[in-house]
């Protein structure tokens, strides 16, 4: 049987790779922070431990389904995180961060010290790095809805289509009114909206682009139309 002091150093070990992933996950205001981090990868580092030292007392190797079935399980937990907010998916990449955060957990439980680590500052490396990435060269676009409302002596139209045009940016569903009537917020103010396809990087340029007095522009991820 392992000492006591070892399988705490590897429990702990685990644990603390899975809180520093969470750091940045928490960052992001994203869901799995530190505290999911830490149960998660100290949980299946203590599964792992168990696995091995169930099948060395009792002689039945069969029990080391219970690590096996780890990858199973947390699938589930990952599902949770998955949503659907407004037309787009959200959620895919913290779910394959909790996939991770399991594998290091394991790993730490079967004494893999420097394997587990590695993978640790690999997933931070590539959770931080790809996000630049993406929005630098625009990987990653989401179908927005812009809703862009003004004063009525100011002309947002053609600096609108000027400003989309100069970044190359194709709008669909253009639509201008005027808004007004019982209970609206922005009586008597001219309204532009359409949807485009952006980055992240590119809806931040846009929106200080046509800030100015008298200007709002309000941005909401949308259900693109087929058909």
């Known amino acids: 049987m392992l000492p006591l002091s070892t399988i ?14 969470g750091v940045e996950r928490s ?5 799995a922070g530190m505290r999911t981090g830490f149960c998660v990868c100290m949980a299946s580092a203590l599964f792992t431990v168990c696995s091995v030292e169930i099948a060395r007392r009792t002689g039945d ?11 199973q399980g947390i699938g589930f937990l990952g599902a949770g995180v998955i949503l659907r907010e407004r037309g787009s998916v959200v959620g895919l990449t913290t779910a394959a961060t909790i996939f991770a955060m399991a594998a290091m957990g394991m ?16 997933t931070i490396a590539a959770l931080v790095i790809f996000f630049y990435l ?16 003004s004063d009525p002596g ?24 005027m808004s007004g009537g019982p209970g609206t917020t922005s009586a008597g103010k001219n309204v532009i909206q359409f949807d485009a396809e952006v980055s992240h990087r590119q809806q931040e340029k846009l929106v200080v682009t046509l800030a100015q007095p008298g200007v709002t522009c309000e941005v909401y991820p949308v259900e693109r139309q087929n058909g």
Not at 8 to 21: F, P, Q, S, T
Not at 140 to 149: A, D, E, V
Not at 168 to 177: A, G, P, R, W
């Open 8 to 21: 705490v150093l590897r429990l702990l070990w685990g644990g603390l790779l899975g809180a520093a992933i």
């Open 27 to 31: 960052y992001r205001r994203r869901p």
């Open 61 to 71: 190797t069969s029990t080391t389904r219970i690590a096996s079935n780890i990858v």
């Open 107 to 122: 790993a730490a439980g079967g004494g893999l010290y420097a394997v587990s680590g590695i993978v640790c500052v690999m």
């Open 134 to 149: 993406e929005n630098w060269f625009n990987l990653k676009p989401r179908y927005m809805l812009f809703r862009i409302s």
């Open 154 to 177: 100011l002309d947002m139209v053609s600096q609108v289509h000027r400003v989309f045009s100069d970044c190359d940016i194709t709008l669909d569903n253009f639509q201008v009114s």
